[in-house]
């Protein structure tokens, strides 16, 4: 008798009904991805162009991703417009007007914390927090005079 209980027996189950279907992805920041540049960026798969997270928009989806970690909400509204909008166009730079959105609903932390304080704090508790990284997204702030990132 097989055991269907957990992750290995959902997949033994998938596998045992031959059921097509593509693992699904999990948003893990407790886990290290393959990464190729320092943006913690995640995967850039090879298996195709629309499997290819353009640099910035992957730290906007973990900013995203983190946020509602932190803030343990569910995302919607504006939030999930944008990571919905980012998801969908993945392999192409976020627009000005999505940063800077993302930016905006950081800023409105109750502890006034950016996103890498949130993620420190997170770690003080011993969780086992990778880093992250949102230079990319400084950057498009600094290059386009946005006053102050709260990305971190």
Same mark, same amino acid.
């Given at each position: 008798?097989?055991?269907?209980?957990?992750?290995?027996?959902?997949?033994?189950?998938?596998?045992?009904?031959?059921? #097509?279907?593509?693992?699904?992805?999990?948003?893990? /920041?407790?886990?290290?991805?393959?990464?190729?540049?320092?943006?913690?960026?995640?995967?850039?798969?090879?298996?195709?162009?629309?499997?290819?997270?353009?640099?910035?928009?992957?730290?906007?989806?973990?900013?995203?991703?983190?946020?509602?970690?932190?803030?343990?909400?569910? /995302?919607?509204?504006?939030?999930?417009?944008?990571?919905?909008?980012?998801?969908?166009?993945?392999?192409?730079?976020?627009?000005?007007? #999505?940063?800077?959105?993302?930016?905006?609903?950081?800023?409105?932390?109750?502890?006034?914390?950016?996103?890498?304080?949130?993620?420190?704090?997170?770690?003080?508790?011993?969780?086992?927090?990778?880093?992250?990284?949102?230079?990319?997204?400084?950057?498009?702030?600094?290059?386009?005079?946005?006053?102050?990132?709260?990305?971190?």
């Amino acid at each position: 008798m097989r055991d269907w209980r957990g992750r290995d027996g959902a997949s033994n189950f998938i596998i045992h009904d031959q059921i #097509q279907h593509p693992k699904l992805k999990v948003f893990d /920041p407790l886990v290290s991805e393959n990464i190729g540049t320092r943006t913690s960026n995640g995967p850039n798969s090879s298996s195709g162009g629309n499997n290819i997270w353009h640099p910035t928009a992957k730290q906007l989806s973990n900013a995203i991703n983190l946020l509602v970690i932190c803030w343990g909400q569910i /995302p919607g509204g504006v939030l999930q417009k944008i990571k919905n909008e980012i998801e969908e166009n993945k392999n192409n730079e976020p627009l000005l007007r #999505q940063i800077k959105a993302i930016n905006t609903i950081i800023s409105r932390d109750k502890g006034g914390r950016t996103l890498q304080q949130m993620l420190d704090d997170l770690r003080k508790n011993d969780n086992k927090v990778r880093n992250f990284y949102f230079d990319l997204l400084n950057e498009a702030l600094l290059k386009n005079n946005i006053g102050q990132s709260f990305f971190g």
